[in-house]
């Protein structure tokens, strides 16, 4: 009894000690992790480290193939970028994890509840320990896709009966259903979740089950002569204005499905998908008129409108189907007009002569050495938000002026790694605008509602490490808030290889500090990472993106207003290490092995994961220097 008492008052001495510091008690454990006698940001920069490795190692994949072949493959985690600033998260990323939510959990544990709920939690965690899971997310969608990319040899999709359109006859025939199999998407969800969840590298098997068509060949005989009827009287011709597009046979008898009506029979309809994807694929390019925002400058100490807003066009493709399949099946029409909606400028405004005549901050930065093509995007994204006017609480997108990051909004490319294939990605240098945009933002003390920083360091952007944005169609974006009052005018200029972009507005009597940001957790880059391409000669070997080091950044701003309110904002970057990549020519002997299935072979999709460098120590730099952008 006396050896009860006396444990209980040491643990609630413990208990009391540990209730009135920042640490987190002893007992708790994060994702394997002991977290007693961390700090929350301790813990979480220890997590951060954690998951940064399991990113790098990749998933390992035990499968069986429509062969019935069993095989093991590695399946990554991250995706590579050859240039820069093209965000991973554009790439795809496959799963989030929030460390600080995490660190805050764990630092909750014995201190909430009533008084007696605190001490009875607290003489458990003395006692047995309790362990939480990480605060992981998995982008479900992207992972699935991304599975079933890289494992093309694990399914067989099933497929539905249809009509097919024989040319030479000019009739139609039915081709048969057929059964596949497809991944059991929830178990492979649920059991990589787990294995992130206690900070583990996820090791998993495959489950399949087989997928029945859901159209079969005598669903479409009563319909081949009504399908037969409608194909004679093809083509369909499609219009808008006095523009013509002319649907193939070929393509209307692909597009042949069968419904129920309100009646519960069966009908021949068109696929509204199918056909939505092909008016998005094929006609609205052709459609398109762009939205445009008025747009001003800085003219003799006034501002002057050089560019008057005009609304857009787009091809409304859900009504313009229900159109088509109306047309065909119950008006027996061949000629059928497209439908559009009108669409408008994301920021509109009727002030031509607003109250603009100070420079409420001006930030740039450099961006030697960039290729042609990042040169190239940089320039258009500036001129994409030169001149654009916010009225006085009104929200600004980057994104929104930058819309659709691809060729036909006139951005060029550059080369990216995704998985073990190289390929073109748009948009290498938006970043540059995106970063330069935030650090004058953020010295004009505007509140800022939307910022990420990149997944790893990028040079252009150092000095500081932590004040950089990136941005991507549709997400991530930057968005800020103009608090001001009156409206605030953007003006950009690209003067050889510096961007330069200036806010103008009416002061309000605010001002703004901003720290230098203080540098945490540094980390080495790690090994080299190969891959192994056919894309060059076997046996030669082609460096194309240096290391990165990891680290992590933090920065306060200051905003301090003319009534004596102060707000303060925490701005936080973690950036994982980034190895250098290297391409490898295959050699001729690894080429046929990796095409050859046999029994006892384990293919890897990437090269198996190197171990981790565990020698390199973090480091902490502080400063209390104030700086502005």
Same mark, same amino acid.
């Given at each position: 009894?006396?050896?009860?008492?006396?444990?209980?008052?040491?643990?609630?001495?413990?208990?009391?000690?540990?209730?009135?510091?920042?640490?987190?008690?002893?007992?708790?454990?994060?994702g394997?992790?002991?977290?007693?006698g961390?700090?929350?940001?301790?813990?979480?920069?220890?997590?951060?480290?954690?998951?940064?490795?399991?990113?790098?190692?990749g998933?390992?994949?035990?499968?069986?193939?429509?062969?019935?072949?069993?095989?093991?493959?590695?399946?990554?985690?991250?995706?590579?970028?050859?240039?820069?600033?093209?965000?991973?998260?554009?790439?795809?990323?496959?799963?989030?994890?929030?460390?600080?939510?995490?660190?805050?959990?764990?630092?909750?544990?014995?201190?909430?509840?009533?008084?007696?709920?605190?001490?009875?939690?607290?003489?458990?965690?003395?006692?047995?320990?309790?362990?939480?899971?990480?605060?992981?997310?998995?982008?479900e969608?992207?992972?699935?896709?991304?599975l079933k990319?890289?494992?093309?040899?694990?399914?067989?999709?099933?497929?539905?009966?249809?009509?097919?359109?024989?040319?030479?006859?000019?009739?139609?025939?039915?081709?048969p259903?057929?059964?596949?199999?497809? $991944?059991?998407?929830?178990?492979? +969800?649920?059991?990589?979740?787990?294995?992130? /969840?206690?900070? %583990? !590298?996820?090791? @998993?098997? #495959?489950?399949?089950?087989?997928?029945?068509?859901? $159209?079969?060949?005598?669903?479409l +005989?009563?319909?081949?002569?009504?399908?037969? /009827?409608?194909i %004679? !009287?093809?083509? @369909?011709? #499609?219009?808008?204005?006095?523009?013509?597009?002319?649907?193939?046979?070929?393509?209307?008898?692909?597009?042949?499905t069968?419904?129920?009506?309100?009646?519960? !029979?069966?009908?021949?309809? #068109?696929?509204?998908?199918?056909?939505?994807?092909?008016?998005?694929?094929h006609?609205?390019?052709?459609?398109?008129?762009?939205?445009?925002?008025?747009?001003?400058?800085?003219?003799?100490?006034?501002?002057?409108?050089?560019?008057?807003?005009?609304?857009?066009?787009?091809?409304?493709?859900?009504?313009?189907?229900s159109?088509?399949?109306?047309?065909?099946?119950?008006?027996?029409?061949?000629?059928?007009?497209?439908?559009?909606?009108?669409?408008?400028?994301?920021?509109?405004t009727?002030?031509?002569?607003?109250?603009?005549?100070?420079?409420?901050?001006?930030?740039?930065?450099?961006?030697?050495?960039?290729?042609?093509?990042?040169?190239?995007?940089?320039?258009?994204?500036?001129?994409?938000?030169?001149?654009?006017?916010?009225?006085?609480?009104?929200?600004?997108?980057?994104?929104?002026?930058?819309?659709?990051?691809?060729?036909?909004?006139?951005?060029?490319?550059?080369?990216?790694i995704?998985?073990?294939?190289?390929?073109?990605?748009?948009?290498?240098?938006?970043?540059?605008?995106?970063?330069?945009?935030?650090?004058?933002?953020?010295?004009?003390?505007?509140?800022?509602?939307?910022?990420?920083?990149?997944?790893?360091?990028?040079?252009?952007?150092?000095?500081?490490?932590?004040?950089?944005?990136?941005?991507?169609?549709?997400?991530?974006?930057?968005?800020?808030l103009?608090?001001?009052?009156?409206?605030?005018?953007?003006?950009?200029?690209?003067?050889?290889?510096?961007?330069?972009?200036?806010?103008?507005?009416?002061?309000?009597?605010?001002?703004?500090?901003?720290?230098?940001?203080?540098?945490?957790?540094?980390?080495?880059?790690?090994?080299?990472?190969?891959?192994?391409?056919?894309?060059?000669?076997?046996?030669?070997?082609?460096?194309?993106?240096?290391?990165h080091?990891?680290?992590?950044?933090?920065?306060e701003?200051?905003?301090?207003?003319?009534?004596g309110?102060?707000?303060?904002?925490?701005?936080?970057?973690?950036?994982?290490?980034?190895?250098?990549?290297c391409?490898?020519?295959?050699?001729?002997?690894?080429?046929?092995?990796?095409?050859?299935?046999?029994?006892?072979?384990?293919?890897?999709?990437?090269?198996?994961?190197?171990?981790?460098?565990q020698?390199?120590?973090?480091?902490?730099?502080?400063?209390?220097?104030?700086?502005?952008p």
């Amino acid at each position: 009894m006396l050896l009860i008492v006396l444990v209980a008052g040491v643990s609630i001495a413990y208990g009391e000690f540990y209730a009135h510091t920042e640490k987190i008690f002893f007992g708790v454990h994060a994702g394997g992790v002991d977290a007693g006698g961390l700090t929350k940001q301790e813990l979480a920069e220890k997590l951060e480290s954690v998951i940064d490795t399991i990113r790098r190692q990749g998933m390992e994949v035990t499968y069986e193939d429509i062969f019935h072949v069993r095989k093991r493959a590695f399946m990554p985690l991250e995706n590579t970028s050859l240039q820069s600033d093209i965000p991973i998260q554009a790439l795809g990323e496959i799963f989030f994890f929030d460390a600080q939510k995490t660190a805050e959990l764990a630092y909750d544990q014995g201190r909430t509840g009533t008084f007696f709920q605190k001490y009875r939690d607290r003489l458990f965690l003395f006692f047995a320990g309790h362990g939480i899971s990480l605060d992981v997310s998995l982008n479900e969608k992207f992972f699935i896709q991304s599975l079933k990319k890289e494992l093309i040899s694990f399914e067989s999709p099933a497929r539905d009966a249809s009509f097919a359109f024989h040319a030479r006859t000019a009739s139609i025939s039915i081709e048969p259903e057929q059964s596949g199999r497809e $991944l059991d998407s929830t178990q492979a +969800l649920n059991d990589v979740l787990e294995f992130l /969840q206690k900070g %583990e !590298r996820p090791r @998993i098997t #495959l489950v399949s089950n087989i997928k029945l068509a859901s $159209l079969f060949a005598n669903h479409l +005989l009563d319909f081949k002569n009504r399908a037969q /009827q409608i194909i %004679e !009287r093809s083509p @369909i011709i #499609l219009s808008l204005d006095k523009k013509t597009w002319e649907v193939s046979r070929e393509s209307l008898a692909s597009w042949f499905t069968i419904e129920k009506n309100a009646s519960d !029979r069966p009908i021949l309809s #068109l696929n509204k998908d199918a056909v939505v994807s092909y008016l998005e694929e094929h006609i609205t390019s052709d459609v398109r008129v762009q939205a445009k925002i008025a747009r001003f400058e800085m003219k003799d100490g006034k501002v002057t409108a050089f560019d008057q807003q005009e609304n857009g066009r787009e091809l409304d493709a859900e009504q313009s189907a229900s159109a088509i399949i109306s047309g065909i099946f119950e008006k027996n029409e061949t000629a059928i007009p497209l439908i559009t909606r009108e669409t408008v400028p994301p920021l509109t405004t009727d002030e031509s002569t607003p109250l603009v005549h100070d420079i409420l901050a001006s930030a740039g930065t450099d961006f030697k050495g960039s290729p042609k093509n990042r040169i190239f995007n940089i320039t258009l994204g500036a001129s994409r938000i030169h001149g654009i006017l916010i009225e006085s609480g009104k929200e600004f997108s980057l994104i929104s002026f930058l819309g659709k990051i691809d060729e036909v909004s006139g951005f060029l490319p550059e080369l990216v790694i995704k998985g073990t294939k190289t390929t073109p990605e748009f948009g290498g240098g938006l970043c540059q605008v995106s970063t330069t945009l935030f650090r004058t933002v953020a010295a004009a003390g505007l509140p800022i509602l939307e910022r990420k920083n990149h997944s790893y360091r990028v040079p252009y952007y150092e000095p500081p490490i932590g004040f950089d944005a990136t941005v991507y169609y549709p997400k991530p974006d930057f968005r800020f808030l103009n608090d001001t009052g009156n409206p605030i005018l953007i003006q950009t200029a690209v003067k050889g290889t510096n961007i330069k972009i200036t806010i103008w507005g009416t002061k309000d009597g605010r001002n703004t500090e901003i720290d230098t940001p203080t540098v945490l957790n540094r980390r080495s880059a790690g090994p080299t990472k190969i891959i192994k391409t056919d894309t060059i000669k076997p046996g030669e070997k082609k460096c194309i993106e240096r290391a990165h080091a990891g680290a992590d950044a933090i920065f306060e701003r200051r905003v301090i207003y003319s009534n004596g309110e102060l707000k303060k904002d925490i701005f936080k970057s973690h950036y994982v290490t980034w190895p250098e990549v290297c391409l490898v020519g295959k050699r001729a002997d690894e080429v046929v092995v990796a095409s050859t299935s046999t029994p006892s072979a384990e293919i890897p999709l990437v090269i198996p994961p190197q171990k981790e460098d565990q020698n390199s120590a973090p480091q902490s730099v502080s400063s209390t220097e104030k700086k502005t952008p």
